[in-house]
């Protein structure tokens, strides 16, 4: 003879031939939900029947899909973000008062059957008979739990989850053959956990703790009685029930729960008549899901990991298998984000641009020699508002920045000069450097076809007494154009490019850098963590390492974790030790003396570059101590406004330059993120001044900037103080260049103002 299963539940057998019978008896019955008539849904019981024995009974429970957490480097929360907003815990952690309340109100004869509740189908077959409609139901609370779990296997498949839910018998019978292999392998409290864990509560709640923290702002394990059973009446209807929306039916809801509490036992007839009586007592805690509600004004580097989670094959072989996994949540991510750090970018970029001014300004802080960005913020806030954007100016458009990133200006000047000690030219290289000039051709590319000006197309210096000869350290600090395009001509456009693919400095669309000698004012496009990464390889003394936003990741799959592995910074030298030591020393004269003083740190070596484009379009700063480099950009995103008599944070500027707006927005990020921290210093190395004395000039000149533009080689300037040098007219000469090139051949719009959103 079969044996009974603890609790009054029968055997699979009898269960089956019990069920049956109630089918046959019944003409249809839907496994706790009775027909009002047979047929009614126009299925046969007997094909059902004949089907139920060839039935799988084998339950796939996927891995609930719960909220993820993402935190700075300190441990602190920045945002939650999540699919279905669920966190797990064990009946232990969840109040008796609860497990008592669902029980009453959804199966009050939980404990006393199987997987189906025959007392239970009969008289709901006998009510809904008298009705003539489907007024009561049977299921139990295993059925439910196996109906989630088909509807928390289809996910966001409308699809899948109407066939989840569909009203038919034979879905009906599957569900019931899966509910008696459930109550065989798991028993009646783990039920009872996995359904309180899976049930939706309403308010985007899923599961019981969600639902705790959602209305009463507790956990679960802390739910008293009156709050566990305003729960429980909202699992048969979320929408009819929801305490926020209706407080009348919720009550109503919530006093026939505890009545059925009392009629079953759980509480006496005082204490329900007491609960009766008292306030719903809510304490709404709003839903607080996605990268949008990040503190510190992280939103935007929030994206970033959420980006870099869904492209990296490190979390999977493809996208749909990273976002399976990013969607099922149960994440705990540590990123690099330095509190301070962060909280610094955002006090300067405040402090500097109103978010409603006609441009935007976004600041990158990165670590050098680990790659680890520790700062990421921009003017206009994450969102789709007014002044708002949900563009991250700081990164490339795989990342979800701008299409090309933005026209570098003279930013980009470094690089050259960095290819040109790596090819052995000394710290103390000097050119003619003219005030206008044609752009010399043929210029020597990677392959045998020399880049060739077929126009004619000249390039000039800011003002008319900017005139050389210069060396490079003097040209470095007043970012002297013609310098710098005698440069690239005389060593050649492939040393310039090998210097920046060691840099991995891309354009804002994935695009190597483009071998025309118009790269040498910064004429293409690229994004701001792609310069604070590049120029932090010269902090490190050559050494440059990829950037990276994740330390590292658990996942909490049911009740346990495991560690997810995460990308690591491959750190390579991308130039030797002398060379960014030289680099060093021209660019500490650039805060010192030159065009970045405005943004020179007062209580520690400091270096950088200043950047303006073409029609001012543009303005950077980019610098970097021993131990941290950034990058500020200002400009408009669409690249439509001309920064000339404009207003920015509430000062007016006649014309803006990479030194006056963008500079001191650095020095602020740069000093607040590094205060308290230790103070080192670069390895600078003796760079010999002229023999000869061809004069200082008077350092009043507009300066010269950057960036093409237009096809002539123009920029409009870093900085007020770039000022031009009179002299003599002593070192080396450049051939006048016989060749053309055609219009628009910079990279970016056409114009040479760079990329567009």
């Known amino acids: 003879m079969p044996k009974k299963r603890s609790g009054g539940g029968l055997t699979s057998t009898q269960q089956a031939a019990k069920f049956l019978g109630v089918s046959v008896l019944a003409g249809a019955v839907m496994a706790g939900i009775a027909l009002p008539a047979a047929g009614a849904l126009g299925l046969a ?9 060839e039935l799988p009974a084998n339950l796939k429970t996927p891995p609930l899909s719960q909220r993820t957490t993402i935190l700075d480097a300190d441990g602190g929360q920045l945002a939650t973000v999540y699919s279905r907003d669920r ?11 609860m497990q008592k309340a669902i029980v009453a109100i959804e199966d009050s004869r939980f404990y006393q059957h199987g997987a189906i509740d025959l007392k239970g189908v009969l008289r709901a077959l006998n009510k809904n008979a008298q009705s003539g409609e489907v007024s009561e139901g049977a299921s139990t609370l295993t059925q439910q739990y196996v109906k989630n779990v088909f509807v928390e296997e289809a996910g966001d498949d409308p699809t899948k989850v109407a066939q989840a839910t569909q009203q038919t018998l034979g879905r009906k019978i599957n569900e019931l053959k899966h509910a008696i292999q459930v109550e065989e392998e798991l028993g009646k409290k783990k039920i009872l956990e996995n359904y309180l864990n899976i049930t939706f509560f309403g308010q985007q709640a899923y599961g019981v703790e969600a639902a705790a923290q959602r209305y009463f702002s507790k956990s679960a394990k802390n739910l008293n009685l009156q709050e566990s059973a305003l729960l429980a009446g909202i699992v048969q209807s979320p929408s009819r029930y929801d305490p926020v929306n209706d407080e009348t039916e919720a009550t109503k809801r919530r006093n026939t729960v505890l009545q059925r509490m009392a009629e079953v036992g759980d509480i006496s007839q005082a204490e329900a008549a007491k609960a009766m009586k008292q306030p719903l007592g809510l304490k709404v805690s709003k839903p607080n899901n996605g990268c949008i509600t990040a503190v510190q004004g992280a939103s935007f580097f929030c994206k970033y990991v959420e980006r870099v989670f869904l492209s990296d094959p490190v979390f999977g072989k493809s996208r749909e298998e990273r976002a399976k996994t990013w969607n099922q949540g149960g994440l705990t991510i540590r990123t690099t984000l330095d509190p301070q750090a962060q909280n610094s970018v955002e006090e300067s970029l405040k402090d500097h641009v109103n978010k409603s001014d006609k441009v935007a300004a976004a600041t990158t802080l990165v670590e050098p020699g680990t790659g680890k960005i520790v700062g990421m913020g921009q003017s206009k806030p994450y969102g789709y508002g007014k002044n708002e954007t949900e563009y991250n100016y700081s990164v490339d458009a795989a990342y979800g920045g701008s299409n090309f990133g933005f026209p570098t200006g003279s930013t980009f000047k470094p690089f050259v000069a960095a290819a ?15 005030y206008e000039m044609e752009y010399p051709s043929p210029v020597q590319t990677c392959d045998s076809s020399p880049w060739t000006n077929r126009r004619g197309e000249k390039l000039e210096n800011e003002t008319e007494s900017e005139v050389g000869p210069y060396r490079l350290k003097e040209a470095m600090a007043k970012s002297v154009n013609t310098y710098f395009v005698q440069m690239i001509s005389d060593i050649g456009l492939c040393p310039v490019v090998n210097v920046t693919d060691k840099l991995h400095v891309r354009q ?22 792609t310069m604070a990464s590049a120029y932090a390889a010269f902090a490190s003394r050559g050494m440059y390492c990829t950037p990276v936003a994740i330390e590292s990741i658990t996942q909490k799959v049911g009740d346990k974790r495991k560690s997810l592995e995460v990308p690591k910074s491959t750190c390579s030298r991308a130039m030797s030790e002398k060379t960014a030591d030289t680099v060093n020393t021209l660019l500490r004269g650039v805060v010192d003396s030159g065009t970045g003083q405005q943004a020179g740190l007062t209580d520690r070596e400091s270096a950088g570059k200043t950047g303006t484009t073409d029609e001012r379009k543009n303005a950077w700063f980019v610098g970097y101590t021993p131990n941290m480099s950034g990058a500020v950009w200002v400009g408009s995103a669409t690249q439509k406004v001309e920064m000339k008599n404009i207003t920015i944070g509430g000062v007016y500027h006649p014309l803006v330059y990479g030194g006056q707006v963008p500079g001191p927005i650095w020095k602020d990020a740069m000093a607040g993120a590094l205060e308290g921290k230790s103070t080192e210093s670069f390895n600078l190395v003796n760079i010999p001044n002229p023999d000869e004395d061809r004069g200082d000039g008077d350092g009043n000149g507009n300066g010269n900037g950057n960036g093409n533009g237009n096809g002539n080689g123009n920029n409009d300037g870093d900085n007020g103080d770039e000022g031009a040098t009179d002299g003599g007219t002593g070192g080396d000469t450049f051939p006048s260049p016989t060749f053309s090139i055609p219009e628009g051949f910079f990279q970016g719009n056409g114009n040479g103002n760079g990329g567009r959103d």
């Open 420 to 434: 040109a000690l790596e090819e052995g030219r000394p710290a103390t290289q000097d050119y003619s450097s003219p």
């Open 508 to 529: 804002g669309n994935g695009d190597k850098i483009p071998e025309t000698p118009a790269i040498a004012l910064g004429s293409i496009g690229l994004s701001p963590l």
């Open 45 to 53: 019981a007997k094909g059902s029947v004949e089907s139920f024995d």
């Open 87 to 97: 966190t797990v815990v064990g009946l232990k952690d969840i109040s008796s008062y």
